[in-house]
């Protein structure tokens, strides 16, 4: 029996997808001025930030291939068989579909939605993404083309927000305080961090499922961190105890259709130490700080000094782990970043009107020293004409979080 390298199913019906058909076409008509400025034929997305920025799709790779070929006239995603249709269903563009019965059936994909009479000449991959295997396998199909990296423009197109993207970054703000209230509520002496983070993501999963009833949902998330385990931005959730004393960090991460928000607390359960307040307060006083400080026209770096300088005075400086904020939009912990727009030394964007950025002081006070443990704030602000919009609404600092609990 002869089996299909690839085809085309349309199974079902296509589906509300998170933004409008206008929103779409005004992001691929945005790429293909960029294909024209630099000469570009077509463009093989591979990425899953890039693929749901510009289709809707959001992949599941599981090692596969994914990818989506964008020219003048066409777009098409390029998917595995074991997701049928749903490719297809959830996305505002064509699909074809490539099977797993012989090697590299995903490259026929590529070439039968061009064709082979005429390949196109000069050719754009995103070099952020694609591995040395995925470049030299494309490669070898085009072996008269040129080829030349779009991932910075793609970054820079994804860096100032439209209205539709605002909303649903508005909605995750909200629903990011929703999770830390329902963590707060979960606060006490002897449960301990997976039960709490548990508790904080199931609530905002409810929240966003009843906010968007017709979308999917994937990857909402909360890291719960407790006593040492603060020490780490990023450190998962463990099964550790909470004991009355203990410095927490409250991160919660709903996901919308593959937008990312966030909201980040230090908190401390019944009591905090006088050298826990100080530092604690420190944070809280470079926080505020950068609040003010960020509004359109004012370049990243201008940010970043001015905030090293009062972490200077008050002492706290060598105690500084990563960059005050980042941009927010199509990214996870899994995909995506927006590196033209984060607030650190080496980043000398200026701040424009939608774009979306975070302020986000951390301090980090290793476990030997008085006050030990990882301090850090985040609030998300929009820039706006001549100011900026702070949609993160959860309270900070010791008067608010000082959580008490028998």
Known sequence: MERPDFFTLKNGEKVKLPFTKQEYDRRINNLRVVMNKKNIEMIILTSMHNIAYYTGFIYCSFGR???????????????????????????????????????????????????????????????????????????????FSVFSDVSKDLMNLRMVKSNEEIEIIKNGARIADIGGEEIVKNVRVGNTEIEVAIA????????????????????????????????????????????????????????????????????????????????????????????????????????CRELNELFAELGYLQYRTFGYGHSFGVLSHFYGREAGLELREDIDTVLEENMVISMEPMIMIPEDKPGAGGYREHDILIIGKNTAENITKFPCGPEHNIIKSN
């Open 65 to 143: 291939p994914y990818g989506c070929v964008v020219t003048q006239d066409k777009i098409t995603t390029i998917s595995a068989n074991i997701d049928a249709s749903q490719p297809w269903r959830r996305s505002n563009c064509e699909n074809i579909i490539y099977t797993d019965w012989k090697r590299d059936n995903f490259l026929k994909a590529i070439v039968a939605i061009i064709g082979r009479d005429q390949p196109p000449k000069y050719i754009g991959l995103e070099y952020d993404h694609m591995t040395l295997d995925m470049k030299d396998k494309i490669g070898s199909i085009f072996t």
């Open 200 to 303: 904080g993501r199931d609530r905002m999963e409810r929240e966003i499922a009843k906010t968007y009833p017709g979308a999917e949902y994937m990857d909402t998330w909360v890291w719960f961190q407790s006593g040492i385990n603060t020490d780490g931005a990023h450190n998962p959730k463990t099964n550790r105890k909470l004991v009355s004393g203990d410095i927490l960090s409250l991160n919660t991460f709903p996901m919308i259709s593959g937008y990312y928000t966030a909201l980040e607390r230090t908190l401390f359960l019944n009591h905090a130490d006088d050298a826990s307040l100080k530092a604690w307060e420190a944070n809280i006083k470079v926080h505020k700080r950068g609040l003010e400080l960020i509004k359109p026209g004012i370049k990243c770096s201008d940010i």
